[in-house]
């Protein structure tokens, strides 16, 4: 029994250690809302969101709230696979379609046409801070 107690702490504890270290973006989406949250202390790392949507009428306008350091914000075509049961959907990359640079209190507004995207994200020297990226009516 203690053996096995060991053992679950052992790996509970490798799991936080490696969960830890490895997340420098986190990715956040509500009702046509993303958040990116980026602690980067090297920068040039990256990290892809899951895909999304974009409507007809739709533009959509990125606010930083970076505390240092810049983002480069690739918004890269994606046609999805969904199946009928509950796995993740296929999702393939196309072409980049928009690429934005932004630093501490930057607003953007990008326009894309309706059809389905994935933001590939990449920090640009030591980032640290907020993005906020909305869909709002053109």
């Not at 809302?33 to 892809?48: L, M, V």
């Not at 918004?75 to 696979?81: H, K, P, T």
């Not at 209190?105 to 046409?113: A, M, N």
């Amino acid at each position: 029994m203690k053996k096995t107690a060991i053992l679950c702490c052992l790996i509970l504890a490798m799991t936080m250690v490696l969960t830890g270290c490895s997340s420098n973006f986190t990715f956040t989406s509500v009702f046509g809302k993303t958040t990116i949250e980026i602690k980067d202390d090297e920068g040039g790392k990256d990290a892809e969101s899951d895909y999304f949507s974009v409507g007809k009428g739709k533009v959509l306008v990125v606010e930083s709230s970076l505390e240092e350091g810049q983002a480069q914000i690739d918004f890269v075509e994606a046609e999805v696979y969904a199946h009928e049961n509950d796995d993740p959907a296929d999702v393939i990359l196309g072409d980049t379609v928009e690429t934005i640079t932004v630093g501490p209190g930057d607003r953007q507004t990008v326009s894309l046409e309706k059809g389905d995207y994935v933001m590939h994200v990449t920090a640009i020297g030591k980032t640290s801070g907020k993005i906020q990226v909305t869909e709002e009516n053109q």
